[in-house]
């Protein structure tokens, strides 16, 4: 390879790299700062990491939809846009088969 040759792949791998790095510090990209926690949105086998109440300690180990022990991260203020959505773990269903829909957006009291 010529020396012209190898001073042009330099350049575009150079001009590669801080294209790169300039994208990861766009807004709107997926950084860990600009993400939160939702619980109770998660499909069943679909949940971040483990689930609030210890019943398991890894991803896509959810058994049911909707549980309020369950998160998947979301991009920050969208949480509180979704139906059931909830920036801390919501209760356990009641023995009825009710889910306790109490949660500071609602100002219901806890059990």
């Known amino acids: 390879m010529s020396v012209s040759k190898q001073a042009l ?5 150079g001009a590669f790299v801080v294209t790169m790095a300039g994208a ?9 700062a600009e993400t939160e926690k ?9 949940n971040g990491c ?6 398991h300690s890894c991803e896509g180990q959810a058994a049911e939809d909707g549980s309020g022990q369950e998160w998947v991260s ?6 509180d846009k979704l139906v059931g959505g909830s920036l801390t773990p919501v209760a356990a269903s ?5 889910k306790n829909g109490c949660s500071e957006k609602n100002g219901c009291d806890h059990e």
């Open 9 to 13: 792949n330099s350049i575009i791998a």
């Open 24 to 32: 990861a510090a766009l807004p709107g990209s997926a950084n860990a």
């Open 38 to 46: 939702c619980y109770g949105v998660v499909k069943a086998g679909k």
């Open 50 to 55: 483990a689930s609030a109440d210890g019943k």
């Open 74 to 79: 979301v991009p920050q203020g969208l949480c």
């Open 94 to 98: 009641h023995a009825d088969g009710e």
